[in-house]
Structure formats: structure tokens, C-alpha cells
């Protein structure tokens, strides 16, 4: 990943949202938010065997201020005519940004496991992304700590989405194939607290649909 914060968002569509969605997000919403001073890049990946269509976002930032940035937040309370009529239509939202903690591993993956964490680890966050990150066809592996007081600042489109989620950090595996990621997590299981193994067992995997780094926008 670029620079040293990030901002992570999951949503699920109605099957009859997700071509506006599709339209939207690729069209003019990555395009807006990769503009914005601070983000550098985004990757936009929909779940693998999942009974609902579930995306998986992922902003990489300069660093963990633009989360809380005037920029940003100015472009949060703006929202466009065609945000304000997707957002409320986005179910099981999550969102939040801060900071990496730890990375190991070189490059982007095509199929990503991101596991939610509902507290900071406790466990040694370094090592485990450097052991994730040395298992075959595993490309990185990354610990991202949320900080809660940016990501849940008020703002106009805050307010147009019912009962938004977020999480205390993410752990997050790139690899080059399902069954590889796959392995990751079974290994993973093997290595964190027990507190941490349901969330793992059912956790989708995801593959990635669509990228934009702040290179290929016009102008």
C-alpha cells in the first residue's frame, strides 16, 4: 500500500442497486475521492460466495489525518445529487481509517481476506503479518488500526446511511489465489486468540474488480 493511513468501507446492494452502484462508484465516486488531497489510490473488491452482493473498499492515504482532514470532510458534507441517491441505499455499512501498524510483504494481491477486529491486537502484530507474508503465494500482509475519533465525525453523508458500523483495527491478506489466502487463514486460526476464530471461520474472501491510483485521473 501507498503512504501510511488508509480508510476501509464495506457495503451490500440489492440486486437491483448494483449496476448504479457499479456506475457510480467507477464513474464518478473512486474518481471524486482519489482527487481529494491526501488519498492516493483505490481498490474495490466484491465478496466470493457470498448469498448477498457485498464490496469490500479500500483507500490508501498519505497518512491518518486525512481521514479527519478539511478536505475530505468538506467533500463528505457536499455529497453529489448521485451519492445522495446511492447512500441510503447501501446495507450492513461499515467504515474507518487511521493508520498501517504493521506490513510485511511487497505488492498488491488479486483476492484479499480483510478481517475485522473488534479491539486493537494484543498479539504481536508485526510477527504475524511478517510469518502471513512468507506463506506460498501470499503477496502482503497488513495490520491497520482505526482511529475512532476521525471516522466517527459527523457529516452530511454520515447521516443519509442507517446504522453505520466500524471496527477497532483490520488485519488484512493479499495473496494470488483463493486457495492460497485460503491456506493463510487456516494458518492464521492457528496463530491468533481464540477470540479471534469466529470471525475468521466466517470470513469471505474477496477479489479485486476494479483499481484507480491518483496517476490515472484526468488531468
Known amino acids: 500500500?501507498?503512504?501510511a493511513g488508509y480508510l476501509a468501507i464495506w457495503s451490500d446492494l440489492a440486486p437491483q442497486d448494483e449496476t448504479d452502484w457499479a456506475h457510480w462508484i467507477t464513474r464518478e465516486h473512486a474518481a471524486e475521492r482519489v482527487?481529494?488531497?491526501g488519498f492516493l489510490a483505490c481498490r474495490i473488491f466484491r465478496a466470493l460466495g457470498a448469498a448477498v452482493n457485498r464490496?469490500?473498499?479500500?483507500y490508501e492515504l498519505e497518512d491518518e489525518r486525512v481521514v479527519g482532514g478539511p478536505d475530505y470532510l468538506a467533500r463528505l458534507n457536499a455529497?453529489?445529487?448521485?451519492s445522495q441517491r446511492i447512500m441510503p441505499r447501501l446495507g450492513n455499512f461499515a467504515r474507518g481509517g487511521g493508520r498501517i501498524a504493521a506490513s510485511a510483504g511487497t505488492g498488491q494481491g488479486g483476492i484479499v481476506a480483510p478481517l475485522r477486529l473488534d479491539a486493537a491486537p494484543s498479539w504481536d502484530a508485526a510477527a504475524v503479518v511478517a510469518e502471513l507474508a512468507?506463506?506460498?503465494r501470499i503477496i502482503a500482509a497488513r495490520v491497520l488500526l482505526t482511529d475512532i475519533a476521525q471516522t466517527s465525525i459527523k457529516t452530511r453523508e454520515k447521516g443519509m446511511r442507517a446504522n453505520d458500523g466500524s471496527f477497532a483495527a483490520l488485519l488484512l491478506v493479499e495473496g494470488l489465489d483463493e486457495p492460497a489466502v485460503r491456506d493463510a487463514l487456516v494458518h492464521l486460526r492457528k496463530i491468533l486468540p481464540a477470540e479471534e476464530h469466529g470471525a475468521i471461520d466466517t470470513l469471505?474472501?474477496?477479489?479485486l474488480a476494479f483499481s484507480l491510483p491518483k496517476r490515472l485521473l484526468p488531468g
Open 204 to 207: 469471505p474472501l474477496y477479489r
Open 1 to 3: 500500500m501507498q503512504g
Open 55 to 58: 464490496y469490500f473498499i479500500l
Open 79 to 82: 455529497p453529489t445529487p448521485w
Open 35 to 37: 482527487g481529494i488531497n
Open 134 to 136: 512468507r506463506l506460498d
